[in-house]
């Protein structure tokens, strides 16, 4: 049984710097730009951890399986990101066990509305975020592309 948690814990910042870097090194040629997934550190971690809410999924011997940080933007708005699952324990559950951990974490939080950023190429994330509520609000592109590249979607709370 997998459980999420809430944890200002430094200490697993190894655990979660790896499971990103193994989750999102499945999108290696598949989006463009390249994810900036690849340049997160212990450092930039650390920094993170300072200002956002990282919501941890643990499996039944307390391994760390996946992750999602969840930030307030304003008094009305949160943001959610760096939701990734473990390739070893990836079609079970543990995404959809941590986006909702995250929507109730928004909720506590009193923000009216979650907002996310999801790569145009990765049509099985937008299903999965609309799943839970999440609409596609805007289109966007990163500096130098002329064309989409992310799209930003938003559920009401």
């Not at 974490?105 to 907002?115: I, K, N, P, Q, S």
């Amino acid at each position: 049984m997998i459980r999420v948690e809430s944890t200002a814990d430094a200490s697993i910042l190894p655990a979660v710097l790896d499971i990103l870097h193994l989750a999102f090194a499945a999108q290696d040629g598949r989006v463009d730009p390249p994810s900036s997934v690849a340049r997160e550190t212990i450092e930039t971690l650390t920094t993170k951890l300072e200002a956002e809410t990282l919501l941890i999924a643990r499996d039944d011997d307390g391994t760390p399986v996946g992750c999602i940080f969840f930030k307030r933007l304003s008094e009305d708005e949160g943001y959610i990101g760096r939701l990734a699952v473990h390739p070893d324990h990836q079609r079970q559950g543990i995404a959809h066990s941590l986006i909702e951990a995250s929507i109730e974490a928004a909720r506590e939080a009193g923000v009216g509305r979650l907002g996310l950023d999801t790569r145009i190429e990765l049509t099985q994330n937008h299903a999965l975020f609309r799943r839970h509520g999440f609409e596609v609000t805007s289109e966007h592109r990163h500096p130098g592309y002329d064309r989409t590249t992310y799209l930003h979607m938003e559920r009401a709370l």
